[in-house]
């Protein structure tokens, strides 16, 4: 079936990646985005980390687009971006190491400013994508199916395909009964700023982190990115909003966390002023529930489910998705057939970030939502398999690897690494640091 013309619904990573996906199988895609590029979403400045997976994909997508963001600042990761240095407190234990799987090349570290920049300016240099500077007020359609969207200036775009790639709010009215809801509440309060990175930082680490534990729910991260800079974040869990005064900021980070590494960079002028970004719930819309399928409408990225940021894999949970969407169109078109298929997929891809963080969200009591059965127990095996990590290789790859979505949960079970649990998981015998008490994550 040949392709008219595709609507794509928001700017964002997934938005933009599903322009890029469908212009190669589409006569014209128009990308409707009311904010001006690069439409950042709120929690822009907090530190953004694109896993492997995501950036394999974003590679794959926009040929060249690693390259023009080192040129750019983006930082490498190394001479071995199999063994990426690091400092990462976690269940009572500290890797100093992060171990990817060997797939040729590694993940470039930025802001997510800077990748957007790059794919809108990507997205633009291709002939026969669109872009409308508008907003849909509805999608179209007749004999309940999408035939296009209708748009706050009164226009009406036709459309074969309409994706909805607008994020976590209401989506696209499409004149049927919205999807099934699941929500995890968390009310993460999270507050970042910017440092000048200086050789030798971090004891030589890429990256640091501070993982929330099942005692104090605060969490610390620092994430190189251009400008030689570090974006440095202090979150905690449950409503506990951090302050955004500088020194405030200083005191509370060094009392919440105790952490010598991180405190590297506390004491160094902070070169914006510390901003604060709350993250309420986990949501999570089951499209492939629906009853009665849409024709000529996918969702796809935050729009099928929005997780908790401080894990970091809703941008390549949302990329992995649209290239899925691309393989979805090649083998049934864009008909009935599409509708059927695509939610039941996507909602494959997007289980795994789903049920990893919500996962470690239910760590506390307090989290709110349906929770599993036996969450405790896995969680507490999860936190075997992390103090392991810090000391057995196929520990550390197998928990890096599910973390980065490039192997299934189920990779964490496996003979090797449950052996590694077993013999080098066990909680410490004297209270830990609270700093790097861990939880499942």
């Not at 974003?58 to 990426?84: C, I, K, M, S, Y």
């Not at 570290?109 to 300016?121: D, N, T």
């Not at 997780?307 to 949970?317: K, R, T």
């Not at 964490?412 to 590694?420: K, M, S, W």
Request: glycine residues 10%; charged residues 20%.
């Amino acid at each position: 079936m040949e392709i008219d013309r595709v609507v794509v619904v928001g700017g964002g990573i997934a938005g933009l990646a599903a322009a890029a996906v469908l212009a190669r199988r589409a006569g014209e895609v128009v990308l409707v985005e009311r904010h001006p590029a690069p439409a950042l979403p709120p929690q822009a400045g907090l530190p953004h980390a694109m896993l492997l997976s995501g950036a394999l994909v974003l590679n794959e997508l926009f040929p060249g687009l690693d390259e023009r963001l080192r040129v750019r600042g983006a930082v490498p990761p190394g001479p071995d971006p199999t063994h990426v240095p690091c400092h990462w407190a976690a269940a009572g234990a500290v890797r100093h190491e992060l171990r990817f799987p060997d797939v040729g090349r590694g993940r470039s570290l930025c802001s997510r400013e800077l990748i957007q920049q790059e794919m809108w300016a990507a997205v633009e240099r291709i002939p026969n994508v669109r872009r409308e500077h508008d907003t849909v007020t509805t999608a179209v359609g007749r004999g309940g199916a999408v035939h296009g969207v209708a748009l706050r200036s009164g226009r009406t775009i036709e459309a074969d395909l309409v994706i909805d790639a607008g994020g976590r709010g209401r989506g696209v009215p499409t004149g049927v009964p919205d999807p099934p809801v699941t929500e995890v509440g968390v009310d993460i309060r999270y507050t970042s700023f910017l440092v000048e990175r200086q050789e030798g930082d971090l004891d030589g680490a890429v990256v640091a982190a501070v993982q929330h534990t099942p005692r104090i729910p605060r969490m610390g991260i620092a994430l190189p990115m251009e400008g030689g800079l570090w974006q440095v974040g202090f979150g905690a869990f449950f409503g506990e909003a951090g302050p955004t005064d500088p020194a405030e900021v200083r005191e509370y980070a060094a009392a919440a966390f105790a952490d010598p590494v991180l405190a590297q960079l506390l004491d160094r002028p902070f070169l914006d002023r510390p901003r604060r970004y709350t993250f309420r719930s986990g949501l999570r819309r089951h499209w492939e529930r629906m009853a009665r399928p849409v024709p000529g409408f996918v969702a796809v990225g935050d729009t099928v489910a929005s997780v908790n940021p401080i894990y970091g894999q809703g941008m390549s949970s949302a990329l992995l998705q649209v290239r899925e969407l691309g393989r979805l169109v090649d083998r049934y078109g864009v008909g009935p057939s599409l509708a059927a298929a695509a939610p039941k997929a996507l909602a494959k891809i997007a289980d795994a970030p789903w049920h990893l963080s919500t996962g470690a969200d239910f760590t506390y009591a307090r989290t709110t939502g349906p929770r599993p059965r036996d969450q405790a127990r896995i969680n507490a095996y999860v936190s075997r398999v992390l103090r392991a990590a810090a000391v057995d290789d196929r520990a550390n790859l197998a928990f890096t690897s599910v973390t980065h979505l490039m192997a299934p949960p189920a990779a964490l079970f496996a003979p090797p690494v449950v052996a590694a649990a077993l013999r080098h998981g066990a909680p410490p015998k004297t209270p830990a640091d609270p700093a790097r008490a861990g939880a499942a994550a």
